[in-house]
């Protein structure tokens, strides 16, 4: 198994539930925290791999 693809593939479909949760944002400032937060996580992982 391919965990590098994998991997690539869950970090792509983290970032398209995140611009949604990102499209939300503007009425909870909690919701901008998680998504950010998000983010920085799924752009470290991208770096790692």
């Not at 869950?10 to 990102?22: D, G, P, W, Y």
């Not at 925290?33 to 992982?45: C, F, G, L, N, Q």
Request: proline share 0%.
């Amino acid at each position: 198994m391919d965990y590098k693809n994998v991997l690539e593939n869950q970090i792509k479909e983290l970032e398209k539930l995140n611009s949604r949760l990102v499209e939300s944002c503007e009425k909870e400032e909690k919701v901008c925290e998680v998504a950010r937060t998000i983010m920085e996580i799924a752009k470290t992982a991208k770096d790692l791999i």
